[in-house]
C-alpha cells in the first residue's frame, strides 16, 4: 500500500534504522520501567490517556501507518510526554525484531483491521496463532487487552481465548464485556459508539 509520508521531528519518534536489534530500552527510556506495547495507535488519543495514567510504565507504540504516527507523536509532543515511544512497523515483524523475549507487561490491541468481507478474515491480526506467538514476549502477570466494535471479530477472539492455556480470563465468567470501567476509549471507539454499535473488550492475564 502507497503512502504519502509525513516527516515527523519529536523526540518521542524512532527510526526503525536507528533502533538497534535487539533494542536496549532501559537505554532508549533512561530507566527500568516495564515495558508496554500498542499495536496500532491510531491517533494517539487512548495512548495519551493510558500513559498519563502510568507514568511509571514505558510505552512502546506502533502503528503501520505513517500518519498515524505523526498524530500521535503531536498529541505527546503537546503534552510533554516522556514514557511513550512511536515507531512505524508492522506487529510481527516489530515484536521479533526488537522486542526481548519475556519483556513486556501489557499489551493493547484497539480497533484493529476488522477485515469484514469473510474471505478476507485470515489476515486479521488478532488470533489464536497470533496469541500464542505473543505468549513468548509477555511475562508472568502481564496484562492482553483486545477491543473491537466489529460482532464476529469480538466474539470470535472472546471465544478463541480460553483456549489459549497460559492465559486466565479477567472478565471472571463473561467472555467479553461491552463496558470496561478505567479503560480509556479511542477516537474510533467514541465513534463507533456514537453510531450506536458496542464495543467488545478482553482482558486477560499470563498465568
Request: aromatic share 14%.
Amino acid at each position: 500500500m502507497t503512502q504519502s509520508f509525513i516527516h515527523i521531528d519529536s523526540p518521542n519518534y524512532i527510526r526503525l534504522e536507528d533502533l538497534p536489534k535487539p533494542p536496549n530500552w532501559s537505554a532508549v527510556f533512561g530507566n527500568d520501567n516495564p515495558l508496554a506495547l500498542e499495536i496500532g495507535c491510531g491517533v494517539g488519543d487512548f495512548m495519551l490517556k493510558t500513559a498519563l495514567d502510568q507514568p511509571d510504565v514505558n510505552f512502546v507504540a506502533i502503528d503501520f501507518y505513517n500518519k498515524g504516527c505523526y498524530k500521535t507523536c503531536r498529541r505527546m509532543d503537546r503534552h510533554e510526554v516522556k514514557n511513550v515511544r512511536v515507531l512505524r512497523d508492522e506487529a510481527r515483524l516489530f515484536v521479533t525484531d526488537r522486542v526481548p523475549k519475556g519483556g513486556l507487561s501489557a499489551v493493547y490491541i484497539n480497533c484493529p483491521d476488522p477485515w469484514p468481507k469473510k474471505r478476507h478474515r485470515k489476515r486479521r491480526l488478532v488470533n489464536r496463532e497470533f496469541v500464542e506467538f505473543m505468549m513468548d514476549y509477555m511475562r508472568p502477570g502481564a496484562d492482553f487487552y483486545f477491543a473491537t466494535d466489529f460482532d464476529d471479530y469480538g466474539i470470535d477472539v472472546a471465544e478463541m481465548l480460553p483456549k489459549v492455556s497460559m492465559m486466565q480470563n479477567q472478565f471472571g465468567t463473561d467472555l467479553y464485556r461491552h463496558e470496561f470501567p478505567g479503560y480509556h476509549l479511542s477516537k474510533y471507539m467514541r465513534k463507533f459508539m456514537a453510531e450506536g454499535k458496542k464495543i467488545y473488550f478482553v482482558h486477560y492475564k499470563v498465568k
